[in-house]
């Protein structure tokens, strides 16, 4: 069930799965950008989990709490990227106590449409849109076809994963990284790379 305790335990498997991937995705940036993708996602994560001991009522609230503490602790391009994208979810699912196969959907285009809105990338453009917007459409057509909310956050998530994957022959058009015009193909983009392991863990959990 997609409640709030899902919501919570989402989270938590993000700081895990960000912890655990902190120099792999520094790694990514330090060849197409300035190498701290990584240490920003992982210093916002601690700081989510650090708020997660307080009661929360939906998980609209839980993703609002999310997107403040980005916003505030993670700076760069990703932290108000990641929090316009968590902070639009939360609006758009507002008081839902469980998500159901629709109410995933509807939050994941909010959150890509949020990140478009406030970084003006188009798809193709090596940036983490590239994983968001497969995400919403595989989404979309697993709710077409009558999919539960688990097969449509995996559905979701194997996209991304493949999103991400197809960020590397790219050449950057937004971001630090287009600042390497052709010298960035050939690398995956850090910030599709880390939008994949958090609807990975959308999912993980949604399974536990
Ligand atoms: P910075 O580039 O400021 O050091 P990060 O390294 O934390 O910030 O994040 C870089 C990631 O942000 C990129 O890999 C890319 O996915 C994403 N990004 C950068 N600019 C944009 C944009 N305009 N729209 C969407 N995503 C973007
Ligand atoms: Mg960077
Ligand atoms: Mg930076």
Redesign the pocket.
């Known amino acids: 069930m997609l409640d709030t305790n899902w919501a919570v335990a989402w989270m938590r498997a993000s700081a895990a799965i960000i912890a655990e991937q902190r120099m792999a995705l520094s790694e990514l ?1 330090r060849l197409i ?2 190498g ?2 990584g240490e ?2 992982d210093r916002g994560f601690q700081a989510v989990v650090a708020k997660l001991d307080v009661v929360y009522n939906t998980p609209a609230e839980v993703l609002k709490m999310v997107a403040m503490t980005l916003m505030s602790v ?1 700076g ?4 108000p ?1 990641y929090g316009t994208a968590f902070l639009r979810a939360a609006s758009a699912t507002s008081t839902a106590a469980n998500w159901d196969a629709e109410t995933v959907a509807v939050a994941l285009t909010a959150a890509r449409d949020g ?1 478009v809105a406030r ?3 188009e798809l193709r453009d090596k ?3 590239d994983a968001w917007t497969p995400a919403v459409e595989a989404a979309d057509e697993a709710v077409q076809n009558g999919l539960g909310e688990m097969e449509v956050l995996f559905a979701a998530a194997a996209a991304a994963q493949q999103g991400a994957k197809d960020t590397e022959p790219l050449v950057a058009r ?4 287009s600042y390497l015009g052709e010298r960035s193909a050939g690398h995956r ?4 790379q880390s939008t994949a392991l958090l609807l990975g863990a959308a999912a993980q959990t949604a399974r536990e």
């Open positions: 940036d950008g300035d701290d993708h920003n996602l993670v760069g391009a990703a932290g990227l990140i970084g003006k990338a940036t983490m849109i937004k971001g630090r990284a983009d850090p910030g599709a």
